[in-house]
């Protein structure tokens, strides 16, 4: 175990749902990230927040909404998602020391592994 | 954007044979991590790089970072079914960005 959790491990939905991934980091982290695992695109990175505040949104759709309502939370809200959104979604944590030089490993959750119909 | 290149995708070694995965950046990294994600499973860091030359050893695995820092390796010696997995470099500054990975099929 990573100090990492996430919720549910798998999920099938329609593209009309509406659903929420959970990520839980016990570890004290100050930083969380989602990330997208598919076949085409191995890890891309969706959303980082750090101290609470997102730093970073790659330019994800809107149908994924984040929320992060302290630092050991982080949910993905999914809505009207596509087929092609089909994929292992990871949530990671890790310690921002911005300024240190330091190094931000990431501590990756079990993922949930999300089926769009 | 920084971009981190892995080669090879995929490679298949007998057990017992070395292997090796190579990451390229087109930027100067101010650090480089490697990952490692067994089938069906997450991935786990095994090691961060940061100085201009460096090599850092783990039993049978050596992780090297070149002098320009725009390049790594990860070389397994003897390989054995336990490696089995995808191995990923994430290079870069304050959040990293992912390679994507070696997957490494090992043969008994």
């Known amino acids: 175990e990573t100090g990492v959790t996430q919720t549910p491990r798998h999920l099938v939905m329609g593209m009309t749902n509406k659903k929420s991934l959970k990520c839980e980091q016990h570890?004290?982290?100050?930083?969380m990230y989602w990330y997208k695992q598919s076949a085409k695109k191995p890890l891309e990175l969706m959303f980082v927040?750090?101290?609470?505040?997102?730093?970073e949104n790659n330019s994800v759709p809107s149908r994924f909404s984040p929320e992060c309502p302290n630092s050991s939370h982080l949910f993905l809200h999914l809505h009207t998602l596509q087929p092609e959104d089909s994929a292992l979604y990871l949530c990671?944590?890790?310690?921002?020391?911005?300024?240190?030089?330091?190094?931000?490993?990431?501590?990756f959750g079990p993922g949930t592994r999300l089926t769009v119909l | 954007g920084q971009q981190v290149m892995q080669i090879p995708q995929y490679q298949h070694v007998q057990e017992g044979e070395d292997f090796t995965t190579y990451c390229n950046s087109s930027?100067?990294?101010?650090?480089i991590q490697w990952y490692k994600q067994r089938p069906g499973g997450h991935p786990v860091f095994l090691i961060q790089?940061?100085?201009?030359?460096e090599v850092k050893k783990q039993k049978r695995l050596t992780f090297q970072f070149g002098e320009a820092k725009k390049n790594s390796s990860l070389h397994i010696t003897a390989t054995q079914t336990t490696d089995v997995g995808t191995y990923f470099c994430?290079?870069?500054?304050?959040?990293?960005?992912f390679g994507r990975g070696t997957s490494l099929i090992v043969h008994p």
């Open positions: 927040y750090s101290l609470e505040e997102r730093v």
């Open positions: 990671a944590s890790s310690q921002d020391r911005p300024g240190t030089g330091a190094v931000n490993e990431q501590f």
């Open positions: 994430a290079g870069g500054s304050y959040i990293p960005t």
């Open positions: 930027t100067t990294l101010s650090n």
């Open positions: 570890l004290g982290h100050n930083a």
């Open positions: 790089l940061v100085k201009s030359g």
